[in-house]
């Protein structure tokens, strides 16, 4: 089966810019999850979907973060306006369902100058 | 909330050396435990994984970890390890909700 497909695989944007990231996530797979892995440490969860529904969202930043799963498919991530801490890679992953594993992507690594 | 921590930042085996990856979570139920390995810029992959049942799970590659409740402990083992190994290992505990939380990770280097 085809893998969690992310793009773009590189993004260098400039501090205050806004940015965009793109997920496919396995076909079947109805949760789909946002996380942040900044340099050095473990992923951190953003958001997850089940279907085109959020599940938890607790640790967006929402006053410059926003995500949407719009048909329960692909979901994009958005930066705006982009600050020097978010430089990290942000990696989608997909899983069949509640307390499944999850398959993650290769991940978008983000430089902010 | 559920945690994990893996007191490993980093570790040095020489090429056919046994390996022990230490993990310690904290939940107050029985946690979902995950292992997953990260090759540089590559996303990660789970190795193994623990719901319920036996508590010695086997995994891909040769890796097998245990499950000791009294403990709070899921180590990461191998009998003998490959230069391909060498990466970040990274632990994992989910809860009911499917919340997972990830450790800070173990980076692992192979001496030939």
């Known amino acids: 089966e085809a893998g969690v497909a992310q793009s773009p695989r590189y993004k260098i944007i400039e501090k205050r810019q806004s940015v965009a990231f793109w997920c496919n996530p396995i076909?079947?797979?109805?949760?789909l999850y946002w996380y942040q892995q900044i340099l050095g440490q473990g992923p951190k969860l953003l958001i997850q979907?089940?279907?085109?529904?959020?599940?938890?969202d607790s640790q967006l930043p929402k006053d410059r973060f926003s995500a949407e799963r719009l048909k329960g498919v692909d979901s994009t991530l958005k930066i705006q306006p982009a600050k020097l801490e978010d430089s990290a890679v942000y990696l989608c992953?997909?899983?069949?369902?509640?307390?499944?594993?999850?398959?993650f992507g290769d991940g978008t690594r983000l430089s902010i100058l | 909330a559920q945690s994990v921590t893996q007191p490993d930042i980093h570790i040095t085996v020489s090429e056919g050396a046994s390996l022990e990856l230490r993990c310690n979570y904290s939940?107050?139920?029985?946690?979902?435990l995950f292992w997953y390995v990260q090759s540089p810029g590559q996303g990660l992959q789970l190795l193994l994984k623990?719901?319920?049942?036996?508590?010695l799970v086997q995994g891909i590659k040769g890796f097998e970890a245990e499950f000791k409740r009294s403990q709070s402990s899921f180590n990461l083992r191998k009998p003998s390890v490959h230069w391909s190994d060498a990466a970040e290992y990274f632990c994992?505990?989910?809860?009911?909700?499917?919340?997972?939380?990830f450790g800070a990770g173990t980076r692992l280097t192979v001496k030939p």
């Open positions: 992953a997909s899983s069949q369902g509640s307390n499944q594993p999850q398959h």
């Open positions: 076909s079947g797979h109805a949760t």
């Open positions: 979907f089940q279907n085109n529904g959020v599940v938890d």
């Open positions: 939940y107050g139920a029985t946690p979902y």
């Open positions: 623990y719901f319920s049942g036996d508590t």
């Open positions: 994992a505990v989910g809860a009911g909700n499917n919340d997972m939380r």
